[in-house]
Every structure is written in structure tokens, then in C-alpha cells.
């Protein structure tokens, strides 16, 4: 195991900090009355904030006093760089609208760092809770809201792109920087698991039957010239629910068109036992086992990577990477 890095004290906002943001968007006749910072981010500040005339609103704030990752900013070139930023969200955000999907509205941009020294936007606070909780909670209701995601991922994925990357990217006519969808997750998984062998001694003695494991599943990958949109990360964690249960998409700085197949493997991870609500047929197998490997050597180089900085709560991530290690183990002891 690496060391871990040294950071200096992360400082949070407060109340203080975030009024004149909170005033540029809502006017003279609001006043901001508190602010919760809410947990679970690990690329940007999420905070809701409280008026004086009980209505909600939910600030973004990219910092790096928010960013637990210390990555480079995002090359849209790479579909999977740093995928965070205000010009992430903004494109993001009218993709989404005009595809007809439901996210929170935003209310409110600024990069002009004129109210906080970062990037900032305020967006609806949309308070059903999420997917996850109604899932637990209330499963009758949890599988109408599923029903209705369903849905929403088919007008997500009935839309595509001339080529493959990041919306913000592809819509500005920047190119890919790799030949393919299955190219750069291959090269990306090859890297992972460089990245991973010097840090877990399991994954350093199964090094070169990992890569075989790649390298075989990537020759039986056929060329595809379809590029779908996809939000690349969607669990029920990332849907919020209307107080009528309609959903709605968060964390959308990473909007692609890509394979529909890569949506779906992280779909059937993070959804689990329900993820039958959410399959569609027709997806290439090859794919998807290219795809499902190479998103559990992600999700332990990732997480690995997190836990060596200051990110409050290493034990969620090392419990990540444990159980996505044993995962693409089974790939090399079949």
C-alpha cells in the first residue's frame, strides 16, 4: 500500500459563505435562513439551502475544498476524465431537458466567481427522497418509481451522437481521443489494473491472467458505429423522487454517448435485485462482458485511490473495492 497523502483542513461553507450566491439567484425578497451541507459527494459541495419563506434550493460548489479526488480537470477528449465541473452540469442539463428527461431545473449559474471563489450553481431541490429510500421504504411505491425510470432511460437511450464522449464534448465537436467505446475501456482497464497490483497483493499475483482477461474479451468485441446517450453512473442513489414519484437524474456531470451496454452493466450492479424492471433485450453479450470487467477494476483502482487522501469515510470505499476485487477475480477463475 502507497501512503496516504497529507492534505491541509478542508473548510466547508457556511450560511455566511453561500447568501450572496443565494441571493443573486432568488432576489431581495428571500432570504437565506440555514444551510445543510449533504453527505455522500466526493467531486463536488452539495448544500441545501433554507428561506426565509420555507422554499428549498440545492447549491453545487466546485472547489477543491469539496473534491476528495485531487485529479487533474476534465480532458474532454476522455470520456472518463474527471468528470465534474459547471460546464459538465450546464451541458448536461440542457441535454437532458431537451431529450425530454427529467433532472432538478437549474435555477442558477455562475462562473464568474463573483459570489464564491469557485464555480457554483443552484439548482430545485427536488424532495421525494431518493430511489434507494422509497426502494427500502415503501417497495409498492419504490416499483411504481422504478417503472417510471424505466421509462425514462428509454427516451435517455433513444437518442444519440455523432460519435462517442462526453455531451459537453461531443456537442462542441470535440473529438475522442481513443479509436473506440471499447478501445478506452479496454486501455483504461489495463491501467487499472496496474494501478490496483501495486496496492493489493491478490490483484498483483493475478496481474497478467487479469490482463489475458481483458485483452480475450476485448478481441470478441465487434466494431459498432452507434453511439447512445447514457448517464455512466446511474444507481438509485443518483434518482431523486417528486413528491409524486416521478424521478429525477442527479450527478450528470458525466452525460456521454457511449455503448447502451455500459449503462447497463453499471445498472445491474447498483440496482441489483431490481434491475430486471430496468433490462431491455437486445444488448451485445460481448460487450457487456468486456464492460462488467472492466467496471469492477475501476471500482476498486478508484475507491484504492480515494481511501490514500482524506475522504471521510474510508471504510464505505475499501468495502467498494473489496467486493468489486473479488468480482474480477471470478473473471480469471472461470
Known amino acids: 500500500m502507497t501512503a496516504p497523502r497529507k492534505h491541509p483542513a478542508r473548510r466547508h461553507l457556511t450560511r455566511a459563505d453561500l447568501a450572496p450566491l443565494a441571493r443573486a439567484a432568488a432576489g431581495g425578497h428571500r432570504t437565506l435562513a440555514a444551510v445543510t451541507r449533504l453527505h455522500g459527494g466526493t467531486k463536488k459541495g452539495v448544500y441545501r439551502l433554507a428561506f426565509d419563506d420555507d422554499s428549498t434550493a440545492v447549491a453545487y460548489v466546485w472547489s477543491p475544498d469539496e473534491d476528495y479526488w485531487d485529479a487533474a480537470p476534465p480532458d474532454l477528449r476522455d470520456p472518463f476524465s474527471h468528470g465534474t465541473g459547471l460546464d459538465l452540469l450546464t451541458a448536461a442539463h440542457d441535454r437532458l431537458t431537451a431529450a425530454g428527461v427529467r433532472t432538478p431545473r ?11 471563489p469557485a464555480d457554483a450553481a443552484i439548482v430545485e431541490d427536488v424532495t421525494g427522497g431518493s430511489l434507494e429510500e422509497a426502494l427500502d421504504r ?3 411505491a419504490g416499483a411504481e418509481a422504478l417503472a417510471r425510470l424505466a421509462e425514462q432511460l428509454t427516451a435517455l437511450h433513444a437518442h444519440e451522437g455523432p460519435t462517442f464522449g462526453k ?6 465537436g470535440v473529438a475522442p481521443d481513443a479509436g473506440s467505446c471499447e478501445q478506452r475501456v479496454t486501455d483504461g482497464a489495463l491501467r487499472d489494473i496496474e494501478e490496483i497490483a501495486v496496492r493489493d497483493p491478490r490483484a498483483a499475483a493475478a496481474r497478467d491472467q487479469l490482463a489475458d482477461a481483458v485483452r480475450s474479451s476485448a478481441s470478441e468485441v465487434r466494431p459498432r458505429t452507434r453511439h447512445t446517450l447514457i448517464h455512466g453512473e446511474l444507481g438509485p442513489d443518483h434518482v431523486l423522487l417528486t413528491p409524486d414519484g416521478h424521478p429525477a437524474l442527479i450527478d450528470i456531470e458525466g452525460l456521454l454517448y457511449f455503448d447502451v451496454e455500459y449503462e447497463h452493466v453499471f445498472l445491474e450492479l447498483r440496482f441489483g435485485p431490481h434491475y430486471d424492471a430496468l433490462r431491455t433485450p437486445g444488448l451485445d453479450e460481448d460487450r457487456l462482458r468486456l464492460y462488467g470487467l472492466a467496471m469492477h477494476l475501476s471500482l476498486v483502482a478508484g475507491p484504492l485511490r480515494l481511501v490514500e487522501g482524506d475522504f471521510p469515510n474510508p471504510g464505505w470505499m475499501r468495502e467498494i473495492a473489496e467486493y468489486n476485487l473479488l468480482r474480477a477475480l471470478e473473471f480469471v477463475a472461470r
Request: glycine content about 0%; cysteine-free.
Open 106 to 116: 437549474l435555477l442558477h449559474a455562475d462562473a464568474t466567481h463573483t459570489h464564491l
Open 138 to 140: 415503501d417497495p409498492e
Open 167 to 172: 455531451v459537453a464534448a461531443v456537442d462542441n
